[in-house]
């Protein structure tokens, strides 16, 4: 199976800690969003724990995909192309 690229942006405030990276990860052809955000965590750049939390709430990340917002539950089904770029970043507050 070839590869494809994907751009990714991760803007966070975890525990404190600011997380400001931009990577471009390789992934076979074919995999979903979900798949990507298993290989970052993997990569300890994540607290531990924190992907399984992330995934069953959007209070701890915001996931953009193309531009375009991914609620958590779409993740599993969102499909990744070669090229794609993919921002996660920490919700703001404010007023």
Do not use: W, Y
């Not at 076979?28 to 992330?54: H, Q, T």
């Not at 531009?67 to 703001?92: C, T």
Request: charged share 35%; proline share 2%.
């Amino acid at each position: 199976m070839r590869e494809m690229k994907i751009e990714v942006k991760i803007l966070m405030v975890i525990k404190g800690e600011i997380i400001n990276r931009d990577l471009e990860e390789d992934l076979e052809e074919g995999k979903c969003l979900k798949e990507l955000l298993k290989k970052l965590n993997k990569s300890g750049m994540f607290p531990r724990r924190f992907l399984r939390a992330m995934l069953k709430t959007s209070k701890f990340a915001i996931i953009l995909h193309n531009g375009d917002r991914v609620d958590m539950a779409q993740v599993e089904n969102r499909l990744l192309a070669d090229g794609d770029k993919v921002a996660i970043l920490s919700p703001m507050g404010g007023g």
